[in-house]
């Protein structure tokens, strides 16, 4: 079963419109977690680094104002796109590393596909 | 530095057997990694290989050369339905680093 959910799946908004995408470790507690976006037929981009208790980390050209990431609790975090544009229309995914799996660390949430209008 | 790469496109015969390379530099590995991702979905784990060699799941095998920098998967009896995106990517201080993923087509 999932171990990581992400939520929504699928959003349809009006440009201007601010959306929060959460993330959340479902039976492991993850200090650190992953944005990436991807458009179609290119591989994933990694946005930022989300640390449990401090700022997030982000990667060049990704801007903290327009992306905002918060890591509240050791097992969500939410990723909020603030006043939304068409070009910010993507698919939007989240990974987490459980430490405890030595077979399989890193788990993807299902994704958020984000269409602005 | 970090680099890793692999075929951008390749094209294979339902039933047949094919081979994605993997080739990657890096001054630190903590094991690599190889997703399926269907278009519109996420990505979906097909194995995780940390020591040397050949690991077979099923239809799908993953070998690694640690010191070869170079890993594949291998992938038999092709079915229609693994035409996907296939990613390789590893994990360098908790940041993955991914390759460009390879576009697999089967055709009939």
């Known amino acids: 079963g999932a171990v990581v959910s992400q939520h929504p799946s699928r959003v349809i908004c009006k440009s201007g419109t601010s959306v929060k995408i959460e993330c959340r470790s479902l039976d492991f507690q993850a200090t650190t977690m992953f944005w990436y976006r991807q458009f179609p037929k290119q591989s994933l981009m990694l946005m930022a680094t989300s640390n449990e208790g401090s700022k997030a980390t982000y990667e060049q050209g990704v801007e903290k104002d327009k992306f905002l990431i918060n890591h509240a609790s050791l097992t969500l975090s939410t990723l909020t796109v603030t006043s939304a544009h068409p070009e910010d229309s993507s698919f939007y995914i989240c990974?987490?590393?459980?430490?405890?799996?030595?077979?399989?660390?890193?788990?993807f949430g299902d994704g958020t596909r984000l269409s602005i209008l | 530095g970090q680099n890793i790469d692999q075929p951008t496109e390749m094209t294979a015969t339902e039933g047949a057997i094919v081979q994605i390379n993997c080739t990657y530099q890096?001054?630190?590995?903590?094991?690599l990694f190889w997703y399926q991702q269907h278009a519109g979905e996420a990505p979906t784990f097909l194995s995780y290989?940390?020591?040397?060699g050949l690991e077979e799941k099923g239809r799908f095998s993953s070998f690694l050369s640690r010191s070869k920098g170079y890993s594949y998967l291998l992938l038999k009896e092709l079915q229609m339905k693994d035409s996907a995106s296939y990613l390789c990517f590893y994990n360098q201080g908790g940041k993955l680093i991914f390759g460009q993923g390879t576009e697999l087509s089967v055709k009939p």
């Open positions: 290989n940390v020591l040397d």
């Open positions: 990974s987490a590393r459980d430490l405890g799996r030595s077979n399989q660390p890193q788990h």
């Open positions: 890096t001054s630190g590995f903590n094991g």
